[in-house]
């Protein structure tokens, strides 16, 4: 059963009014990052952090606590929606078998705000998961994806940001496992909304077609998208989606990368391709990976190129 997160009902507040002025002018987080606008996600994150001290109400749960503009939604809604985040975090936990040795907040709350003004949802490494108000209020908030990122955070030095110099930070650019990093939460929050009965937003609707492996075949049968399924499997941050071309290129990426993380999770086990995690960012997941399949990545990458031409015939 889907259970529609309650959001719908801030429509006639104030400061959703307020908002959805200011979210139509500049349509929308996901669509400010499509149009080729590269921003630093994370830099007003203070700013948004004091801004809810002052304003925003605070729900807490065992593995969630929320915080939202006071004036944006009754109080019992935002108990509801906390409610709704707890079974989908305790659900992704059990996905996860949290607590691991290396995860960075595997026993702690995850702190999710909903924050005004426009930006990409994310994840920002200390435990906290900010997305726009008016994305939640659209009901298109990536809840469980961004609280994967979280269950799935290293000790740090784990993500560029967290390197001190730009060399250092050049190099785990051009090591990291960018469709690891973003293919296993969203398979994990899917199967976590199942569990949960939940809805989880999809941003790149990566189902469209009915499969992800469909749907991944289907955006990367012609050239520039075709180079994105070559691309999942690849170490390195794949700069074209932070460009120009985001919004043709970043739909086929996302779904191929969260397609070939089923394919190895189909083969290997969820339990195993979970702790491929801490190995991400660091020049270790390959053999991690290799060791774990016995199989040359190589030989990985053609099985599940041979599945998906497969899965797309039988449907
Ligand atoms: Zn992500």
């Avoid at 929320?66 to 936990?93: F, K, N, Y």
């Avoid at 969203?186 to 976590?192: E, F, I, M, Q, W």
């Avoid at 990367?220 to 941050?237: C, I, L, N």
């Avoid at 043709?248 to 990426?253: H, S, W």
């Amino acid at each position: 059963m889907w259970m529609v997160l309650l959001l719908s009902v801030m429509q006639d507040t104030a400061l959703w009014a307020q908002r959805g002025t200011q979210s139509r002018a500049q349509s929308g987080a996901q669509s400010g990052a499509q149009s080729g606008t590269r921003v630093d996600w994370r830099a007003d994150d203070p700013a948004r952090l004091a801004w809810l001290e002052a304003h925003g109400r605070r729900v807490s749960r065992t593995h969630v606590v929320l915080t939202v503009p006071r004036d944006s939604m009754r109080a019992a809604h935002q108990e509801a929606l906390a409610d709704s985040l707890e079974r989908g975090l305790q659900a992704l936990h059990e996905l996860v078998q949290s607590p691991h040795a290396w995860q960075r907040h595997g026993k702690v709350a995850v702190h999710i705000l909903l924050a005004p003004g426009r930006f990409v949802s994310h994840a920002n490494g200390d435990g906290r998961v900010f997305i726009p108000f008016s994305v939640a209020a659209r009901g298109e908030a990536p809840y469980l994806h961004e609280s994967a990122h979280v269950l799935l955070t290293a000790p740090a030095p784990f993500f560029v940001w967290e390197h001190d110099t730009p060399p250092a930070r050049q190099a785990v650019g051009n090591r990291t496992a960018q469709w690891l990093l973003e293919g296993l939460p969203n398979v994990l929050a899917a199967r976590a909304a199942q569990v949960a009965g939940l809805r989880e937003y999809n941003v790149f609707a990566t189902t469209a077609a009915g499969s992800v492996h469909a749907t991944c075949a289907e955006r990367t049968r012609e050239a520039p998208r075709a180079a994105m399924r070559e691309a999942v499997g690849s170490e390195g941050m794949v700069t074209g989606l932070n460009g120009e071309a985001r919004g043709e290129l970043a739909p086929a990426y996302y779904t191929c990368a969260e397609s070939f993380v089923t394919f190895l999770v189909d083969q290997l086990g969820l339990r195993a391709v979970v702790e491929l995690a801490p190995h991400m960012t660091h020049d270790t997941w390959r053999t991690a990976l290799e060791r774990l399949a016995a199989a040359s990545l190589e030989d990985l990458k053609a099985l599940w190129q041979k599945h998906l031409m497969a899965a797309t015939r039988t449907e």
